[in-house]
């Protein structure tokens, strides 16, 4: 993986090294090598250091502009000068030690001392994904202390660390959405080599990590693309933050090798193991192929035959952008789940305003949720007036990425609260153990695995006219909330401007030792995922479900293909009150031939701060399902009698407990 990645052959033999196709990269002897695509420019110079030294660059054509560049160590500070006029920093600069209005710097990216030689990668099939916001996730908020944090997780059982997107962005503290510099993280968190040694030690604990990318827009402020080229946008589309980029119109080839480039650089020298992109839905593409399917593509050539990862959040819920290429989909690997989170949401809370509306949170939500991915693909949706999603049957259960909240759920609750924290304990449990044990690929956001106090906003640090902006804008979009719009309510909406917002979010790692029985929860039941045969094949031995009260619900996990006929699990979940089953008219609910049920673990476990469960099943045959919890059933032979030295009717769960 030290290996330099496939040259660029551009601008003649002097570029033949080139890791990215713009830019300014070291070359041996102190020199760089500079290009740049600024096809509304007669020409430009490259501005070197403090003094700013002035070299022109010479015109490629097509618009390009490129120059071996004597004089230039790494470390060097520069700037690009379009035409006559001012100078702004480099498009595809890999830092910004000043933000994003300050000179680009020069970095050596085969400088570092990667020892994750021996890493493979990841694919998607057992994974748990972990979202995290690096400012957030310490009280130091930067590189090294987020790397101490990573042996608990390791330990916890996650698999794949989702960073929210780190690409530099103005001000002290934001979430990252607004990126401008988009192959330069951010300054905020330490520097280029700090994020390598971050990655560096994920691989060595056996932790993945990919990259919340935002390509469907840029900030609104530190944005100088359209200063080289307004090619880089387009007014042909509507976009929900700004103005939509370039891929299918006029001048749109620079444009894709620009993001096309973007997504490997990640991929080649920060040795991440892949993407998540944001909002898909906002990037516009009429043209085949799809620019996102040349994202995948771009991910996996810069791997080198290593496992890749591939997550896309598409409110839409189209399947086609996890179907694969051949098939005519754009080959994402999985789709963030929203239908899953908002069903669990309306369960757990019992308010289903706004987007939560066309949700009920039943068991047969929940169910379905579970069995099928989407619950909308195709019909009609009564929040936005129209149908919404599409059919998704032939993608595999692991493709949707289960999640009880998110970065953007938390902050949506208007108090940054947890989702924990607005649910029954019970409940919370039990719904917990649902999205662990199910079949898709489960995701926790930071903080979840200990019932974390701080608070989730949202915070973005503007200059004071923007900052107003963004306040008034926020705070319009929570209206749609009726509970929100009042004005007791918007009196206690914080400011996203303000430092202590931001200061409120930051984790106290030290509440695992305090709130032990959540950790446990969760490291028991991914334990439990990874261990146990029939979990661990995320449905693959078939998987079915049924409603069996108001509020209480069954699935029913068939023994994998290699685990052998009969080697089943029960999964029940009640968020009601405690339930007696008198009569079990429900085929799911018979064990296998030959076989019984016996408790294999439950979510009021006093480990977990349960009350403890009685056994299911009563000497007259019922079963009695306590209220607020989830219990798993694992299907075991029938030990006879005579090895028992019991009557007849013993079940094997008396047996064993």
């Given at each position: 993986?030290?290996?330099?990645?496939?040259?660029?052959?551009?601008?003649?033999?002097?570029?033949?090294?080139?890791?990215?196709?713009?830019?300014?990269?070291?070359?041996?002897?102190?020199?760089v090598?500079?290009?740049?695509?600024?096809?509304v420019?007669?020409?430009?110079?490259?501005?070197?250091?403090?003094?700013?030294?002035?070299?022109a660059?010479?015109?490629?054509?097509?618009?390009?502009?490129?120059?071996?560049?004597?004089?230039?160590?790494?470390?060097?500070?520069y700037?690009?000068?379009?035409?006559?006029?001012?100078?702004?920093?480099?498009?595809?600069?890999?830092?910004q030690?000043?933000?994003?209005?300050?000179?680009?710097?020069?970095?050596?990216?085969?400088?570092?001392?990667?020892?994750?030689?021996?890493?493979?990668?990841?694919?998607?099939?057992?994974q748990?994904?972990?979202?995290?916001?690096?400012?957030?996730?310490?009280?130091?908020?930067?590189?090294a202390a987020?790397?101490?944090?990573?042996?608990?997780?390791?330990?916890?059982?996650?698999?794949?660390l989702?960073?929210?997107?780190?690409?530099?962005?103005?001000?002290?503290?934001?979430?990252?959405?607004?990126?401008?510099?988009?192959?330069?993280?951010?300054?905020?968190?330490?520097?280029p080599?700090?994020?390598?040694?971050?990655?560096?030690?994920?691989?060595?604990l056996?932790?993945?990590?990919?990259?919340?990318?935002?390509?469907?827009?840029?900030?609104?402020?530190?944005?100088?693309?359209?200063?080289?080229?307004?090619?880089?946008?387009?007014?042909?589309?509507?976009?929900?933050?700004?103005?939509?980029?370039?891929?299918?119109?006029?001048?749109?080839?620079?444009?894709?090798?620009?993001?096309?480039?973007?997504?490997?650089?990640?991929?080649?020298?920060?040795?991440?193991?892949?993407?998540?992109?944001?909002?898909?839905?906002?990037?516009?593409?009429?043209s085949?192929?799809h620019?996102?399917?040349?994202?995948?593509?771009?991910?996996?050539?810069?791997?080198?035959?290593?496992?890749?990862?591939?997550?896309?959040?598409?409110?839409?819920?189209?399947?086609?952008?996890a179907?694969?290429v051949?098939?005519?989909?754009?080959?994402?690997?999985?789709?963030?789940?929203?239908?899953?989170?908002?069903?669990?949401?309306?369960?757990?809370?019992?308010?289903?305003?706004?987007?939560?509306?066309?949700?009920?949170?039943?068991p047969?939500?929940?169910?379905?949720?579970t069995?099928?991915?989407?619950?909308?693909?195709?019909?009609?949706?009564?929040?936005?007036?129209?149908?919404?999603?599409?059919p998704?049957?032939?993608?595999?259960r692991?493709?949707?990425?289960?999640?009880?909240?998110?970065?953007?759920?938390?902050?949506?609750?208007?108090?940054?609260q947890?989702?924990?924290?607005?649910?029954?304990?019970?409940?919370?449990?039990?719904?917990?153990?649902?999205?662990?044990?199910g079949?898709?690929?489960?995701?926790?956001?930071?903080?979840q695995?200990?019932?974390?106090?701080?608070?989730?906003?949202?915070?973005?640090?503007?200059?004071?006219?923007?900052?107003?902006?963004?306040?008034?804008?926020?705070?319009?979009?929570?209206?749609?909330?009726?509970?929100?719009?009042?004005?007791?309510?918007?009196?206690?909406?914080?400011?996203?401007?303000?430092?202590?917002?931001?200061?409120?979010?930051?984790?106290?790692?030290?509440?695992?030792?305090?709130?032990?029985?959540?950790?446990?929860?969760?490291?028991?039941?991914?334990?439990?995922?990874?261990?146990?045969p029939?979990?661990?094949?995320?449905?693959?031995?078939?998987?079915?479900?049924?409603?069996?009260?108001?509020?209480?619900?069954?699935?029913?996990?068939?023994?994998?293909?290699?685990?052998?006929?009969?080697?089943?699990?029960?999964?029940?979940?009640?968020?009601?009150?405690?339930?007696?089953?008198?009569?079990?008219?429900?085929p799911?609910?018979?064990?296998?031939?030959?076989?019984?049920?016996?408790?294999?673990w439950?979510?009021?476990?006093?480990?977990?701060?349960?009350?403890?469960?009685?056994?299911?099943?009563?000497?007259?045959?019922?079963?009695?399902?306590?209220?607020?919890?989830?219990?798993?059933?694992?299907?075991?032979?029938?030990?006879?009698?005579?090895?028992?030295?019991?009557?007849?009717?013993?079940?094997?769960?008396?047996?064993?407990?």
């Open positions: 993986m030290s290996s330099p990645p496939d040259a660029a052959q551009v601008g003649g033999s002097a570029f033949a090294l080139r890791r990215c196709p713009i830019g300014v990269e070291p070359a041996p002897g102190d020199r090598l500079a290009r740049v695509w600024a096809p420019c007669r020409g430009v110079h490259l501005l070197v250091g403090p003094e700013e030294r002035t070299v660059l010479d015109a490629e054509g097509d618009g390009y502009f490129s120059a071996m560049v004597e004089g230039v160590p790494v470390g060097s500070l700037r690009f000068q379009l035409d006559d006029g001012p100078a702004f920093p480099d498009p595809a600069s890999r830092f030690p000043d933000g994003p209005e300050g000179p680009s710097q020069v970095v050596d990216a085969s400088a570092f001392a990667w020892t994750d030689a021996g890493w493979a990668g990841c694919g998607l099939r057992g748990v994904v972990y979202e995290m916001h690096i400012g957030t996730f310490t009280p130091e908020g930067t590189w987020a790397a101490r944090e990573l042996p608990s997780l390791a330990e916890l059982g996650v698999t794949v989702e960073l929210m997107p780190v690409a530099e962005f103005p001000g002290r503290f934001g979430w990252g959405y607004d990126g401008v510099d988009l192959f330069a993280p951010t300054r905020l968190y330490g520097g080599d700090d994020m390598r040694r971050f990655v560096d030690r994920a691989h060595a056996g932790l993945a990590v990919i990259l919340d990318v935002v390509y469907n827009h840029l900030g609104p402020s530190g944005n100088f693309l359209s200063r080289f080229s307004p090619d880089y946008f387009t007014n042909r589309y509507k976009n929900e933050w700004g103005d939509a980029l370039n891929f299918d119109g006029p001048n749109c080839g620079p444009v894709r090798e620009f993001f096309r480039a973007n997504a490997a650089f990640w991929v080649n020298e920060y040795h991440l193991d892949g993407l998540r992109l944001d909002a898909t839905q906002q990037i516009f593409d009429r085949t192929p620019i996102i399917q040349e994202f995948g593509q771009a991910v996996r050539q810069a791997a080198r035959g290593r496992g890749t990862l591939l997550i896309g959040e598409n409110e839409p819920q189209l399947a086609t952008m179907t694969p051949e098939q005519g989909g754009c080959g994402l690997d999985a789709l963030w789940n929203d239908d899953f989170h908002h069903t669990a949401r309306v369960a757990l809370t019992g308010r289903n305003e706004a987007y939560y509306t066309d949700y009920r949170g039943t047969q939500e929940l169910l379905s949720a069995k099928h991915g989407f619950l909308y693909q195709g019909q009609w949706y009564r929040w936005q007036g129209k149908r919404r999603g599409s998704a049957y032939g993608l595999p692991p493709a949707f990425v289960s999640f009880l909240q998110n970065h953007d759920q938390i902050a949506n609750s208007g108090r940054g947890r989702i924990h924290a607005l649910t029954t304990p019970g409940r919370f449990r039990a719904l917990t153990a649902l999205t662990l044990l079949p898709g690929t489960p995701m926790l956001f930071q903080g695995e200990f019932a974390a106090s701080a608070p989730f906003y949202y915070f973005a640090d503007h200059e004071p006219d923007l900052a107003a902006k963004v306040e008034t804008g926020r705070a319009e979009f929570l209206s749609q909330f009726p509970s929100l719009a009042t004005p007791a309510m918007r009196a206690h909406l914080t400011r996203p401007q303000d430092a202590e917002t931001f200061r409120h979010c930051k984790l106290d790692h030290t509440e695992r030792e305090a709130h032990t029985e959540v950790w446990a929860l969760h490291r028991d039941l991914l334990r439990l995922r990874r261990e146990d029939v979990f661990r094949a995320q449905g693959d031995g078939g998987l079915d479900g049924a409603v069996l009260a108001e509020e209480a619900f069954v699935l029913r996990f068939f023994g994998a293909k290699e685990g052998g006929a009969g080697d089943d699990r029960l999964l029940l979940v009640n968020l009601g009150r405690d339930l007696r089953l008198d009569i079990l008219p429900e799911l609910l018979a064990p296998p031939v030959g076989r019984d049920w016996t408790p294999l439950s979510s009021e476990d006093p480990r977990y701060g349960g009350c403890g469960i009685a056994p299911l099943e009563s000497s007259d045959g019922g079963w009695r399902l306590p209220g607020h919890a989830a219990v798993v059933l694992a299907a075991t032979d029938i030990v006879p009698d005579q090895e028992r030295g019991e009557g007849n009717g013993t079940s094997a769960q008396e047996t064993h407990g």
